[in-house]
C-alpha cells in the first residue's frame, strides 16, 4: 500500500502539478489582461477579483515549480532551511491574501446588493482600493512566524516541536480552515438572496383610464446591471468551487490536531501523509487555476469580454504590420529616388 500511494502522490505531482501549472498561467494572464481594462477597473468587486488573480499568479509561478521538480528529486523545502522556511511563509501569506480578497469580494457584492444606502456606500472602488491595501498589509505581516519557527524534523519541514505546533494547529484550523469558506459562504448567500429579492418581477402601473400602462422595474434593478448581476453568480459559482476543494483540507487539519497524541501504525502515517498532499497542495492550488476557466463555462458575458480581447489583439496586431509595410515601402521609395538637391 505504502508504494502505491508513494507512485500515485508522484504521478499527482509530476503530471497533475505540471497541468496545473500550465493551465493556471495561462488562465490568470488572461483573466489579469480583462480585468485590468477600464470598463472592469471602475467596478470595486472586479478589483478584489483582479487582486486575487494577481496573487495567483504569483502563487503559481513560484510553488508548482518546485512541487513538480520534487516529484523525481529531493524536495528542496526537506533538506534547505531557508527554502523551507521561505516555502511556508510565501505559500501560506499568498493563500490568505486569496482568501481575504475573495471574502472582500462576498462582503463586497453583498452590501452591493442591500436596501440600505449607507450600506451600499462600502461597494464603490475608492473602498476597494482601500481595503485591499490594508488586507495586503495585514497578511504579508501575520505570517512571518512560520518563517521563524518552521523547522526541518525527520527530513520534513514542519512546524516546531512543543507550544509552537500546537499553536500552528489552533492558527490552522481557525484562520486558514473554516474562516474563510465560512464567510465566503454566510457573504455569498446574503448577496444571492438580495439578487434574488432585486429580480422582482416588473409590475403594469396604470397612468390613467384612457392611458396605456407604463412598465415600472424597482429601483433595485435599476442600480444593479447586468454586469453587477454576473459577478455575484461569478463569485457564488467561485465560493462553491471553494468550499469543494478546500473543505478536506479543513476537515485533515481537524483530524491531524485531534488525533495528533495517538499511536500510529506505518500504514496509517502513509495514509493520512497522502490525504494532506492530496488536500494540501493538490486540491487546494485548483482554487488558483480554475478561475478563468469556470467564469468561461458560467458567464456569457464573460465570454464576450474574452472574444473582444483576443479581437483587439488581433486588430493590434494587423495595425502594426500595416504601419510597418508603410514604413518599408517608404523608405523603400527614398532609396530609388532620393532627393537630390540643387
Not at 490568470?28 to 486575487?52: G, P
Not at 452590501?111 to 497578511?139: E, G, K, Y
Not at 494540501?280 to 467564469?295: E, R, S
Request: net charge positive; charged share 15%.
Amino acid at each position: 500500500m505504502a508504494s502505491s500511494l508513494a507512485e500515485a502522490q508522484q504521478d499527482m505531482s509530476l503530471y497533475g502539478l505540471s497541468t496545473f501549472l500550465a493551465f493556471g498561467t495561462i488562465g490568470n494572464v488572461l483573466l489579469i489582461c480583462i480585468l485590468v481594462q477600464r470598463t472592469h477597473r471602475r467596478n470595486s468587486c472586479s478589483l478584489y477579483l483582479l487582486s486575487a488573480t494577481i496573487v495567483n499568479l504569483i502563487l503559481i509561478e513560484c510553488i508548482l515549480p518546485v512541487a513538480v521538480y520534487s516529484a523525481k528529486s529531493v524536495d528542496p523545502q526537506n533538506v534547505s532551511l531557508i527554502w523551507c522556511k521561505i516555502r511556508s511563509y510565501l505559500f501560506n501569506a499568498l493563500l490568505m491574501l486569496y482568501r481575504w480578497y475573495k471574502m472582500a469580494a462576498g462582503i463586497d457584492r453583498a452590501a452591493m446588493c442591500s436596501r440600505h444606502a449607507w450600506i451600499r456606500s462600502f461597494s464603490q472602488p475608492r473602498i476597494a482600493l482601500r481595503t485591499i491595501l490594508i488586507i495586503t498589509t495585514i497578511w504579508l505581516i501575520i505570517p512571518i512566524h512560520l518563517g521563524v519557527f518552521f523547522r526541518i524534523e525527520s527530513g520534513h519541514c514542519v512546524p516546531q516541536s512543543g507550544t509552537y505546533a500546537k499553536f500552528f494547529s489552533v492558527y490552522s484550523i481557525l484562520i486558514s480552515g473554516w474562516s474563510p469558506p465560512t464567510v465566503m459562504a454566510i457573504f455569498g448567500v446574503i448577496a444571492y438572496r438580495n439578487l434574488k429579492k432585486i429580480r422582482t418581477r416588473i409590475r403594469p402601473t396604470h397612468i390613467g383610464d384612457n392611458q396605456p400602462a407604463a412598465i415600472t422595474g424597482t429601483i433595485n434593478q435599476q442600480r444593479v446591471g447586468r454586469r453587477d448581476q454576473q459577478l455575484i453568480i461569478l463569485l457564488m459559482c467561485e465560493v462553491l468551487l471553494y468550499i469543494g476543494t478546500n473543505l478536506l483540507y479543513s476537515i485533515n487539519i481537524t483530524y491531524q490536531a485531534i488525533t495528533s497524541n495517538d499511536q500510529k501504525t506505518s500504514d496509517r502515517l502513509r495514509i493520512e501523509s497522502f490525504i494532506s498532499y492530496f488536500s494540501t497542495p493538490f486540491l487546494i492550488i485548483i482554487n488558483n487555476c480554475a478561475p478563468f476557466y469556470l467564469y468561461l463555462c458560467v458567464s456569457s458575458k464573460f465570454r464576450q469580454d474574452v472574444k473582444d480581447l483576443f479581437l483587439s489583439c488581433y486588430h493590434c496586431r494587423r495595425h502594426v504590420t500595416i504601419v510597418q509595410h508603410d514604413l518599408r515601402t517608404k523608405t523603400h521609395a527614398i532609396t530609388i529616388h532620393p532627393i537630390v538637391s540643387h
